[in-house]
């Protein structure tokens, strides 16, 4: 199961990054 976690997360915390920035250029 923590191998199938691992990723997840990872994907999770990547769409956050994606978000933010685009919060951030909207921001702008």
Known sequence: MESIQRPFRLTIERDLYFVQKRL???KK
């Open 24 to 26: 951030s250029e909207v």
